[in-house]
């Protein structure tokens, strides 16, 4: 019973020293939503400053999960997702600048409302 | 100068009864989000029944853009577009059932709040 509660103890101990390390690597990733904030002129045009879609075609970004945005973002950059628009554009951000957008897109707050069928 | 108002006025009939069809085709091909609500327990586990991302991989889908989901979960149905867990759920869903679910989904209403910098 003393050595499982030993072990368990480090295993409790490792666990926890994995999460903070992920958490520190987590955080030297996040972007800067106030650098993003001048670069969504890039964007405004069809998402807005606001991340409503403008156009039909494009989704909005509001309050979208960050890491989906960095991951999108860097899909179009590299050629992985293919867009007419988005293809043009995301080659020219910077990883960096993919993070401050994505941290500026998912810091808009959004509020659900009236659910169809609820 | 009569000819030339008779075609534009003829073209101008042609155009309102062209936008017509385009109407009435768009709303012949608009889903049902009724019938999308229970569809989307297919999605919940992911994208929430309320839109709202389960997991860091999944994007919010509440109050998005309908045209936008129903081209992506058809390209994600035809594998155009790739993804781990959308591979395997798209291409189970008819053509139908992909208007209803966009109906349902970009049927939440959704409101900004407050956006970085402002």
Redesign the interface.
């Known amino acids: 019973m003393g050595n499982r509660h030993l072990l368990t103890t480090g295993m409790t101990r490792g666990a926890i020293a994995l999460a903070l390390l992920v958490g520190a690597s987590l955080d030297a990733a996040a972007g800067d939503?106030?650098a993003?904030?001048p670069l969504a002129t890039k964007c405004e045009a069809c998402h807005g400053?606001?991340?409503?879609?403008k156009i039909?075609?494009?989704?909005?970004l509001?309050?979208?999960?960050e890491?989906?945005l960095v991951?999108q973002l860097t899909a179009f950059k590299t050629g992985e997702?293919q867009n007419e628009q988005m293809s043009v554009v995301a080659p020219t951000l910077t990883e960096k600048e993919i993070l401050d957008l994505a941290?500026?897109y998912s810091?808009?707050?959004?509020?659900?409302?009236?659910?169809?069928?609820?």
Not at 56 to 60: I, L, S, V
Not at 107 to 118: A, F, S, T
């Open positions: 939503a106030t993003g904030a400053l606001d991340g409503l879609s039909p075609e494009a989704p909005n509001a309050g979208q999960n890491q989906y991951k997702r941290a500026y810091g808009i707050e959004i509020k659900v409302g009236k659910i169809p069928g609820q």
